[in-house]
């Protein structure tokens, strides 16, 4: 990691007020949905095939997609991550000690059996909650071959004994902002609980590693702290002693990471050619991160835009960004919704895009749950 000034010479505005808790937790998980959205319609499509259907620009805006548009496995895992985490914290609300990633194993249990994959007889068996009423999530949306494989073992993945060991795909980050939301626990507690809940399905230390930084990123907005700032402080935890004993930094998350916040100071403009070679096209943990920090660091809205549509314009501008290219559109668009959303609560969310958003009463369903429940 380089030992650059974490300083931005030009701060991303601020939002017009600070956001309460509550809109924090509804911006991050409608922003996310929306981003995943957004990407999920080219999804599959190299840059050459989103010009030829939607012009130069590419995917501006929910109105160039007639049909509209789904959201993929990235918004219905992120929304189990916060329902295995609600029922953790129920039962510490209750006065009673309940192991964490258990909970959010038994949850991406359950959102296994959605994806018609029968969940392993040697798993513990868990009653239906709530969100698992909803048909909408009961739909197979390209889930990660890993996050399924990992589960259907019936193995509880651990730092220790990891399933899919070699695995390094970008389906433990895309999932893992809920972590950063939770208030009251300390960035070593976060970064622990997003990484052990990685081990789930992912192994490789990128997987884990990225899912935590991630988190921390989500954990330091929430805090108070700018979008630079958030970015830089979560990735000097990567080299604070966060990881376990003995384990180092993964020196491709390093590097990637690194590059995005340098590329994205810089004032650098990549088009979606370069930023698939600069930073990669985010199927992996470390280029999904990457190329969502960068997306929403360098898209600062210029000078001339009005304070109030700051926010807007900074989502609209970072989404747009985040989704042309060749490679993992829903991801990359989906974490850099989640990272503005927080930061700016629901003020940056495009009305008429969330009125093209699928089951927003779901992902509200399931934000106001973890904001009751953490007494935003």
Same mark, same amino acid.
């Given at each position: 990691?380089?030992?650059?000034?974490?300083?931005?010479?030009?701060?991303?505005?601020?939002?017009?007020?600070?956001?309460?808790?509550?809109?924090?937790?509804?911006?991050?998980?409608?922003?996310?949905?929306?981003?995943?959205?957004?990407?999920?319609?080219?999804?599959?499509?190299?840059?050459?095939?989103?010009?030829?259907?939607?012009?130069?620009?590419?995917?501006?805006?929910?109105?160039?997609?007639?049909?509209?548009?789904?959201?993929?496995?990235?918004?219905?895992?992120? !929304?189990?991550?916060?329902?295995?985490?609600?029922?953790?914290?129920?039962? /510490?609300?209750?006065?009673?000690?309940?192991?964490?990633?258990?909970? &959010?194993?038994?949850?991406?249990?359950?959102? &296994?059996?959605?994806?018609?994959?029968?969940?392993?007889?040697?798993?513990?068996?868990?009653?239906?909650?709530?969100?698992?009423?909803?048909?909408?999530?009961?739909?197979?949306?390209?889930?990660?071959?890993?996050?399924?494989?990992? =589960?259907?073992?019936?193995?509880?993945?651990?730092?220790?004994?990891?399933?899919?060991?070699?695995?390094?795909?970008?389906?433990?980050?895309?999932?893992?902002?809920?972590?950063?939301?939770?208030?009251?626990?300390?960035?070593?507690?976060?970064?622990?609980?997003?990484?052990?809940?990685?081990?789930?399905?992912?192994?490789?230390?990128?997987?884990?590693?990225?899912?935590?930084?991630? $988190?921390?990123?989500?954990?330091?907005?929430?805090?108070?702290?700018?979008?630079?700032?958030?970015?830089?402080?979560? &990735?000097?935890?990567?080299?604070?002693?966060?990881?376990?004993?003995?384990?180092?930094?993964?020196?491709?998350?390093?590097?990637?990471?690194?590059? /995005? =916040?340098?590329?994205?100071? $810089?004032?650098?403009?990549? /088009?979606?050619?370069? =930023?698939?070679?600069?930073?990669?096209?985010?199927?992996?943990?470390?280029?999904?991160?990457?190329?969502?920090?960068?997306?929403? !660091?360098?898209?600062?809205?210029?000078?001339?835009?009005?304070?109030?549509?700051?926010?807007?314009?900074?989502?609209?501008?970072?989404?747009?960004?985040?989704?042309?290219?060749?490679?993992? $559109?829903? $991801?990359?668009?989906?974490?850099?919704?989640?990272?503005?959303?927080?930061?700016?609560?629901?003020?940056?969310?495009?009305?008429?895009? &969330?009125?093209?958003?699928?089951?927003?009463?779901?992902?509200?369903?399931?934000?106001?749950?973890?904001?009751?429940?953490?007494?935003?």
């Amino acid at each position: 990691m380089s030992n650059e000034p974490v300083t931005t010479p030009a701060a991303v505005p601020a939002p017009s007020a600070i956001p309460s808790h509550e809109s924090r937790i509804h911006g991050c998980l409608l922003g996310g949905a929306l981003g995943d959205s957004l990407g999920y319609a080219v999804e599959s499509d190299d840059i050459a095939t989103i010009r030829m259907r939607f012009g130069p620009e590419g995917l501006q805006d929910f109105s160039a997609l007639d049909g509209g548009s789904h959201f993929s496995d990235d918004t219905q895992l992120t !929304l189990y991550t916060v329902d295995g985490l609600l029922e953790a914290l129920e039962w /510490a609300n209750s006065g009673v000690g309940a192991d964490t990633n258990a909970c &959010l194993w038994l949850a991406y249990l359950r959102w &296994l059996g959605t994806q018609g994959v029968p969940v392993p007889e040697a798993a513990p068996f868990q009653p239906a909650r709530w969100i698992d009423s909803h048909a909408v999530l009961r739909h197979r949306r390209g889930p990660a071959v890993a996050c399924l494989s990992g =589960l259907a073992t019936g193995e509880m993945g651990t730092f220790y004994r990891p399933v899919n060991p070699e695995s390094k795909d970008c389906g433990t980050v895309m999932r893992s902002a809920p972590f950063g939301l939770i208030p009251y626990i300390a960035a070593e507690g976060v970064y622990k609980l997003s990484a052990d809940a990685a081990s789930l399905t992912h192994g490789h230390p990128a997987a884990r590693q990225g899912a935590g930084v991630f $988190s921390l990123v989500i954990h330091a907005l929430t805090a108070g702290q700018g979008l630079d700032d958030a970015a830089a402080f979560a &990735l000097a935890q990567l080299g604070a002693g966060h990881l376990r004993k003995g384990e180092e930094p993964d020196p491709d998350l390093a590097a990637r990471l690194d590059a /995005a =916040l340098r590329l994205a100071r $810089s004032g650098t403009h990549l /088009a979606p050619e370069e =930023l698939v070679r600069e930073l990669g096209g985010g199927r992996v943990a470390e280029e999904a991160l990457a190329v969502a920090l960068y997306a929403v !660091l360098a898209t600062e809205p210029g000078p001339t835009a009005a304070a109030a549509d700051r926010p807007k314009a900074h989502f609209r501008a970072a989404i747009a960004l985040a989704v042309n290219h060749s490679g993992d $559109s829903d $991801s990359t668009a989906s974490i850099a919704g989640n990272i503005l959303g927080t930061f700016y609560g629901e003020e940056c969310l495009p009305e008429e895009w &969330l009125e093209a958003l699928e089951a927003t009463e779901v992902i509200r369903g399931m934000a106001s749950r973890l904001a009751a429940v953490t007494g935003a």
